[in-house]
């Protein structure tokens, strides 16, 4: 039999049926006997209605148990998977017969395949043994470094920074880790300073059965780090006896700089990047500077600046009018520093979807991007959106699962993909994977926010309200403020969606708000269509780059018999549209 019969993987969840364990995202999740057995039983019937007499069959060969025993173990095991009230994610109750396991099976590899060469690893956050905490961003960096030499090869999948580096302190087996992650190997190393000299011990290590595939200590002067990731790089892909070619050894060797501050600065941009929260996005912009102003020739972190701007004009933070130029620039100068790195294409690629709404333009920068820098996980990402923006939802969906894949605890990632459940109108699944993405941060906004404009979609107005206030709890902002608004207005509550609409227009006064948030809050009612369809004309005036979800938008489904809002998607460029998508 092979490995993979043993393996179950679900959500962020690995069950080893030979070694008894169920992980998450790494960590153990430990459960009675009887009640493992029970989610084996289930697991190895997924899909299938699972009869109450045979669970008690199997899970108790032996002894007579009643009814209630079973409901006890499946309430254990709800709890231990997270599973709350509502729409069930993983365990479905069929009354008076049974239950079936629902959630999605991610099949794991069978054991032939680990006689495959290994093609996806992961790079786990290198362990500082100094006593100095400044090491930290040492150890980070040199892990950082050797993670981007390595995406840039065809060949090798690498798991996204964001997704390991939350494994970060856990003490966690690295194997463990691994199969969580779904890779085939992962690096591990340990760093130390003595002196003028750094000490590295790092170890590549087979996930199939935990063996060494390679391990070397290094003695590097401060001064030599830059060209130790290179050399780590270039070690890791002989050992993988991966073939590659003259471009691709350049690629592996290359610095994208070699000023310690420069990449400091660039390593904190990111992480506020990765936030997406507004002030998050601005200290983004100011790192990245702070990098530039080290090394003005820093290509990456020219594609950070491009792409903190177009967030903050996406989201409303600032006028697209006076920001989209400006991280136009800075995409353009990235590339022209340096033509194969490929976040400056998606950068320049998600420029041209949102701002320039030139569709082939946009989706040759995002192909572009994935033919130079294929585990991209934003290039993945924004592509999809890009697809499903058009109605292409299988496309566009297949695409953000690639993002996810990986990149799997990202969190804007596991958000924006049940956003895109939303625009394809699947709301069920929608909502469960926005749970998911509120597991992994509960105070992350964005998925509170399209939680709730989910439930408002569904008639469900008491969830609905919950969550948008939640968001607004975490960031009161102007999208929190227009979707509270569009709630109310949906549900009747005409006065209090006026307050909300009467508090956006009295702020756009002393900051800019994004006409299409107004609109949005005029779309939540009935009799309001000419108001609504105003200021739609003002969003694309200033070029707001939330019009191009205009096609597939639940919330403005009151304007699809409009001739005039059909007029407006073909400026926007749709040529073709449909009364509902």
């Not at 890779?183 to 190393?189: E, H, I, K, L, S």
Request: glycine content about 6%; some cysteine.
């Amino acid at each position: 039999m092979g490995r993979g019969n043993n393996l179950f993987r679900f959500g962020g969840f690995l069950l080893d049926t030979d070694e008894r364990v169920l992980l998450r995202d790494g960590r153990l999740v430990p459960l009675p006997a009887k009640v493992l057995n029970t989610l084996i039983l289930l697991l190895q019937n997924s899909g299938h209605l699972v009869e109450k007499d045979v669970l008690m069959q199997e899970v108790w060969p032996d002894e007579y148990v009643e009814e209630g025993n079973l409901a006890q173990h499946i309430f254990i095991l709800r709890k231990a998977l997270g599973e709350g009230t509502g729409s069930p994610r993983y365990i479905e109750t069929v009354p008076r017969r049974g239950y079936r396991f629902v959630a999605e099976m991610i099949e794991p590899e069978e054991e032939d395949d680990y006689d495959k060469p290994i093609d996806f690893l992961s790079v786990l956050p290198f362990i500082n043994v100094s006593n100095d905490p400044s090491m930290e961003y040492l150890s980070d960096g040199i892990a950082e470094g050797v993670m981007n030499s390595l995406s840039q090869l065809p060949q090798l999948k690498v798991m996204a920074r964001s997704t390991a580096f939350r494994y970060k302190g856990s003490g966690i087996d690295p194997r463990e880790v691994g199969r969580s992650l779904g890779v085939r190997a992962v690096m591990t190393g340990v760093v130390q300073q003595l002196g003028e000299q750094v000490v590295l011990s790092v170890e590549l290590l087979d996930v199939a059965d935990g063996s060494r595939i390679w391990g070397e200590l290094y003695h590097k002067k401060s001064s030599d780090i830059f060209s130790l990731q290179a050399e780590l790089a270039a070690e890791i892909s002989e050992k993988l006896s991966l073939k590659l070619g003259g471009w691709q050894r350049e690629r592996l060797a290359r610095r994208f700089t070699v000023n310690k501050d420069a990449r400091d600065f660039y390593l904190k941009g990111r992480y506020c990047w990765a936030r997406r929260a507004i002030e998050d996005l601005k200290k983004g912009v100011e790192y990245f500077r702070r990098a530039i102003a080290e090394d003005p020739d820093y290509s990456l972190a020219n594609a950070g600046i491009a792409d903190c701007l177009v967030l903050l004009g996406l989201f409303g933070a600032e006028d697209p009018r006076e920001i989209m130029p400006q991280a136009k620039a800075a995409a353009m100068k990235a590339i022209a520093s340096d033509e194969s790195l490929g976040e400056a294409y998606a950068s320049l690629g998600q420029i041209k979807l949102i701002y320039d709404w030139d569709w082939p333009a946009a989706e040759a920068d995002f192909q572009q991007a994935l033919r130079l820098n294929p585990t991209y996980p934003t290039a993945h990402q924004w592509r999809g959106e890009h697809l499903v923006s058009m109605g292409l939802f299988d496309e566009g969906l297949a695409e953000l699962k690639k993002a996810r894949e990986m990149d799997p605890l990202s969190l804007i990632i596991n958000a924006n993909l049940g956003l895109n459940y939303y625009w394809a109108r699947r709301y069920d699944d929608a909502i469960a994977q926005l749970k998911r993405a509120v597991e992994l941060e509960s105070n992350f906004f964005r998925a509170h926010l399209h939680l709730g404009m989910c439930y408002v979609s569904k008639l469900m107005y008491p969830e609905a309200l919950a969550e948008l206030e939640k968001a607004r709890s975490i960031s009161e902002n102007s999208w929190t403020l227009a979707a509270l608004g569009h709630c109310h207005a949906s549900f009747g509550a005409r006065a209090k969606a006026d307050e909300f609409l009467n508090q956006l227009l009295e702020l756009s006064h002393s900051q800019y708000v994004s006409r299409a948030t107004i609109a949005l809050i005029y779309a939540g009612f009935e009799d309001r269509i000419d108001q609504t369809i105003e200021w739609l004309e003002r969003a694309y005036e200033e070029r707001s780059g939330l019009l191009i979800w205009l096609k597939v938008w639940p919330m403005f489904d009151r304007l699809r018999s409009d001739k005039t809002f059909h007029r407006l998607l073909r400026r926007i460029g749709f040529a073709d549209f449909a009364t509902k998508p």
